[in-house]
T-cell receptor, first 111, second 112 residues
C-alpha cells in the first residue's frame, strides 16, 4: 500500500531564508504532486512532477523528483510572508486513481 | 466556469442522522473524488469515480456511499452519521485520475 510521508510537519522560517520540505513515498509511483492550502481554504495545485529528475519552478518555489530514491523535495528560496501556508505532497497508487497525501507541512514565515 | 462546487458549506448532524453532500463540476472531467481532511492526517481518499456509472473505494470508504449518474455530479452519502465522521470534506475532479485535481471549497461537518 502506498504511503506518503512529509517532513518536517511544522516549519517556522525567517523571511529571506531558504529551506527544503521533503516527501518520501513507499512504493513505485510515476507522478508526484504538490499542493498548497491556505488556512480555512481549499487546495491549490502547485506542481506535477512526471518523471525521474523532473524539476519545476514557480517564483520562490522549486520542486524536484527522484523516483529511484522515492523522494521529492520542495525548496523555498528567500522566503516571504505570502508563502505561509500548508504544503501537501501526494502520489498516485497502483492504478493511478488512488491518490495518497502526506500529512502536510505547515509553513510560517516570520518577518 | 464555476469549477468544482460543494453544498452545504457547513452542516451539523446528530448521531444516526443521514445526509448527502453535494458535489458538481462543469469542466467535463471524467474523474471525481471525495476526501476527508482531519488535523495532522492530510487528506484521505473516501471514494472515487472514473466516469458516469463507475465508482470505487478509496482508503477510508466505510460509512459512506457514492453514486455517479452523470458526469457533472458526484454526491457523497452518510447513511448513519457518527462523531468519527466529523471532518472537512473535499470534492475534487480531473480529466483522468492521474491528472492534477481541482478541489471544491469544502464542507465542514460536525456530528454530535
Amino acid at each position: 500500500e502506498l504511503k506518503v510521508e512529509q517532513n518536517p510537519l511544522f516549519l517556522s522560517m525567517q523571511e529571506g531564508k531558504n529551506y527544503t520540505i521533503y516527501c518520501n513515498y513507499s512504493t513505485t509511483s510515476d507522478r508526484l504532486y504538490w499542493y498548497r492550502q491556505d488556512p480555512g481554504k481549499s487546495l491549490e495545485s502547485l506542481f506535477v512532477l512526471l518523471s525521474n529528475g523532473a524539476v519545476k519552478q514557480e517564483g520562490r518555489l522549486m520542486a524536484s523528483l527522484d523516483t529511484k530514491a522515492r523522494l521529492s523535495t520542495l525548496h523555498i528560496t528567500a522566503a516571504v510572508h505570502d508563502l505561509s501556508a500548508t504544503y501537501f505532497c501526494a502520489a498516485t497508487g497502483y492504478n493511478n486513481n488512488d491518490m495518497r497525501f502526506g500529512a502536510g507541512t505547515r509553513l510560517t514565515v516570520k518577518p | 466556469n464555476a469549477g468544482v462546487t460543494q453544498t452545504p458549506k457547513f452542516q451539523v448532524l446528530k448521531t444516526g442522522q443521514s445526509m448527502t453532500l453535494q458535489c458538481a463540476q462543469d469542466m467535463n472531467h471524467e474523474y471525481m473524488s471525495w476526501y476527508r481532511q482531519d488535523p495532522g492526517m492530510g487528506l484521505r481518499l473516501i471514494h472515487y469515480s472514473v466516469g458516469a456509472g463507475i465508482t470505487d473505494q478509496g482508503e477510508v470508504p466505510n460509512g459512506y456511499n457514492v453514486s455517479r449518474s452523470t458526469t457533472e455530479d458526484f454526491p457523497l452519502r452518510l447513511l448513519s452519521a457518527a462523531p468519527s465522521q466529523t471532518s472537512v470534506y473535499f470534492c475534487a475532479s480531473s480529466y483522468l485520475g492521474r491528472d492534477t485535481q481541482y478541489f471544491g471549497p469544502g464542507t465542514r461537518l460536525l456530528v454530535l
